[in-house]
């Protein structure tokens, strides 16, 4: 029973990447991917030579398991996680992070936002993050 339930969470978990553009054939070279109870409405990255932003069409917060998938620039590279959609990028950010150097060749890095003892964390990996592990 505990397997089939783990199967059915990480096949929803994937419809979810999948249905964001960043499974399959998306070209994203950074997912950001919640996997946490804090309330994030906007997820904006920073490159050397370019800068963009996600939120959810209709404002409301990500839901555990949501994500959002970008197109890299040159490294290095901060992303910054809002509770609110955001003007002014260096202001009033939950989390953030720096990944120093692009993914290896045919690789793309995933930031997992989890719960911390001392709030959000933002993890970096280029495995795909365990919907089980938060």
């Known amino acids: 029973m505990k397997k089939t339930v783990c199967?059915?969470?990480a096949a929803l978990w994937l419809a979810?990447?999948?249905a964001c553009?960043?499974?399959?054939?998306?070209?994203?070279?950074?997912?950001f991917v919640n996997?946490?109870?804090?309330v994030i409405v906007e997820v904006v990255v920073e490159f050397q030579d370019q800068s963009g932003g996600s939120r959810n069409a209709d404002g409301s917060p990500l839901r555990r398991g949501n994500s959002f998938g970008f197109e890299a620039g040159e490294y290095p590279a901060t992303v910054y996680v809002y509770d609110k959609a955001v003007g002014d990028v260096a202001e009033g950010a939950?989390?953030?992070i720096t990944i120093r150097e692009a993914p290896p060749e045919g690789e793309r890095w995933?930031?997992?936002a989890r719960d911390g003892a001392g709030?959000?964390?933002?993890?970096?990996?280029?495995?795909l993050p365990d919907p089980d592990e938060a």
Request: glycine share 16%; net charge negative; aromatic share 2%.
């Open 94 to 96: 939950l989390a953030r």
């Open 35 to 38: 996997q946490s109870d804090a």
């Open 16 to 18: 979810g990447l999948a």
């Open 21 to 31: 553009g960043c499974g399959g054939d998306m070209e994203a070279d950074l997912v």
């Open 119 to 127: 709030g959000l964390r933002l993890l970096t990996s280029t495995q």
């Open 7 to 9: 199967a059915g969470l």
């Open 110 to 112: 995933y930031i997992a």
